[in-house]
């Protein structure tokens, strides 16, 4: 128990951290900046992988899409909610 609950401590504090207007979009747990072409292929090889395991069970697999198309479908909800803001 008291290692959950050192954990909860520990994913509470992060949920704050992230919260904050300075906070890395594509940080670790740490704080730490990732790159971006290391990012893009990790996300490339996790969304291959989940389509392989989707066939293999006879799901129809999401498209293709690229981490940058995630990006344009994020904006495209906000407008939709109502969310129009620069920053």
């Known amino acids: 128990m008291a290692l959950l ?3 909860k401590k520990e994913r509470g504090g992060l949920a704050l951290k992230l919260a904050q207007g300075d906070a890395l979009v594509f940080g670790d747990h740490e704080g730490v ?3 971006p072409e290391r990012f893009s292929r990790t996300f490339k090889e996790h969304l291959a992988r ?3 395991e989707l066939a293999k069970q ?3 697999p999401p498209p293709d899409i690229r981490l940058h198309d995630l990006r344009h ?3 495209t909800i906000m407008l939709i909610a109502g969310v129009n803001r620069r920053s």
């Open 58 to 60: 006879g799901i129809e």
């Open 33 to 35: 900046w990732r790159h």
């Open 73 to 75: 479908t994020h904006a």
């Open 50 to 52: 989940c389509r392989r």
């Open 5 to 7: 609950r050192q954990h």
